[in-house]
């Protein structure tokens, strides 16, 4: 069965990478279906952290991010290793604002697909994208094949057949749409796994993302140090997020390593500071987990009028596990190819416009994934973290470099010598 909702792009999945997609190219004039199979609001394992890079990318689509909208300003990142803690503000620099900013993804993504909407795009909740539509005289995927859902998360009814000459991927890490096309995970690049819960907590307004590099199933240094990292991000409704996660080089060592995550969590909850009141009566919700795929890790991110975008790319640092800033840029650029392509008169120069895509996401972020993958396999050696936070944070220069580093805020047009460095490292490296 056919269906009158044809567009000029399709975008399936509305997450941070859908809805920003959604927008500019709604902005630009295109007509653009978001095919989500959830309704909202919906939940997303996240630490639901924004970094002021990706503050940017709000302001940039100008979403509303005032307080009086339930949006918590951030100072910066605590970073807390053994018995010891750092305050670590921000930087100032011209490339991002000096606050990041957290909320939870049930009212995040929501805020950001009404966004997309109120800028002309169309939203289809509960449908279920089930496949490609592929032109066999071509070899172009010229729409999607779906199914509704029903209010228990099962299809039902007849497949609906939607048309476009372009389809965005926004279907978060397992990416049936990708696969669909053959586009497998790459097992050469980090993966991550998280788990959260939510807790009510008097410290719910703490102006600082607190960053843990070290678990400890009791007293720091007197006890057993558990595998990963931790963090706390308050977000100012009454409740905090608290999760743990931890990087492997490969999905290969991800699996080897067998790790238990919600016992970890269970062990570091057991022997959390007293004052943030992580209780089992204080929480909210189960402990729940996701995988996060880091490092481009499925290629190539357009191909045969398929633009992949956000998790379903692979778009998540190998350096902090943050995704929405690498999600909403790549909404943006996306975006801006789509716009352009309409631009030109023929098949092949529209093409060639298309394939920019790709090339200006591996320029703007494959060094920096590059050198996260170094990073990850330095951290993998235990002796080698425990180094670093023992010997290199307590210094202030490597503490500045760490944090501009580790959360991509850094200026690569400018900045200090920290920035330039940073910069000069991710240029020197490959980018693919």
């Known amino acids: 069965m056919s269906n009158s909702d044809d567009a000029d792009v399709i ?12 927008h500019y190219c709604a902005v630009a004039g295109l007509t653009v279906l978001v095919l989500e199979k959830a309704s909202f609001p919906r939940d997303k394992i996240c630490g639901d952290g924004l970094t002021p890079r990706a503050v940017a990318e709000l302001a940039r689509m100008g979403v509303d991010t005032s307080e009086d909208d339930g949006w918590i300003r951030n100072e910066g990142l605590r970073v807390v290793a053994g018995a010891r803690s750092w305050e670590l503000a921000w930087p ?24 997309a909407q109120a800028s002309g795009a169309k939203l289809r909740e509960r449908t279920a994208v089930t496949g490609p539509v592929v032109d066999e005289r071509t070899d172009r995927v ?11 998360g099962r299809k039902v009814g007849d497949e609906i057949t939607f048309r476009a000459p372009i389809v965005v991927a926004a279907d978060g890490v397992s990416s049936r749409f990708a696969l669909g096309l053959g586009l497998e995970k790459r097992v050469d690049r980090p993966v991550g796994v998280a788990v959260r819960t939510y807790f009510e907590t008097p410290r719910h307004d703490d102006p600082w993302m607190e960053s843990h590099l ?22 100012g409704d009454g409740t905090a997020n608290v999760g743990l996660g931890s990087v ?6 991800q699996s080897a390593a067998n790790i238990d995550y919600k016992d970890l969590f269970g062990k570091w909850m057991a022997n959390a500071p007293g004052d943030w009141e992580f209780t089992p009566e204080n929480q909210r919700g189960p402990v729940r987990g996701a995988a996060l795929p880091m490092g481009f890790n499925r290629k190539p991110l357009y191909t045969r ?31 801006d190819a789509i716009a352009q ?7 092949a120069a529209r093409e060639r416009v298309l394939e920019r895509y790709p090339r200006q996401m591996s320029d703007e972020l494959g060094g920096y994934y590059t050198l996260g993958r170094i990073f990850v396999r330095l951290i993998e050696q235990p002796r080698i973290m425990q180094a670093c936070t023992r010997y290199g944070l307590p210094r202030p220069v490597v503490m500045r470099f760490v ?8 200026d690569p047009h400018g900045g200090d010598w920290v920035d330039r460095v940073i910069t000069g490292l991710t240029k020197v490296v490959p980018s693919s």
């Open 341 to 347: 392509a309409r631009t030109r008169g023929t098949d």
């Open 214 to 235: 070290e678990l400890w199933d009791g007293a720091p240094g007197r006890s057993n140090q558990l595998p990963g990292y931790g963090w706390i991000f308050s977000l």
């Open 11 to 22: 975008v399936v999945g509305a997450g941070p990478a859908g809805s920003a997609v959604a």
């Open 403 to 410: 944090l501009k580093l580790l959360s991509d805020c850094y």
């Open 305 to 335: 009028g398929v633009f992949l975008v956000g998790d379903s790319g692979g778009m998540v640092s190998p350096f902090n596990g943050e995704g929405i800033a690498y999600a909403l840029q790549a909404g943006r650029v996306a975006a």
């Open 248 to 253: 492997s080089s490969t999905p290969a060592r």
């Open 92 to 115: 100032e620099i011209d490339a991002y604002p000096s606050y990041g900013m957290a909320r939870a993804r049930t009212s995040l993504d929501h805020r950001l697909v009404q966004h």
């Open 142 to 152: 010229v729409g999607v094949t779906a199914r509704d859902v029903d209010e228990r």
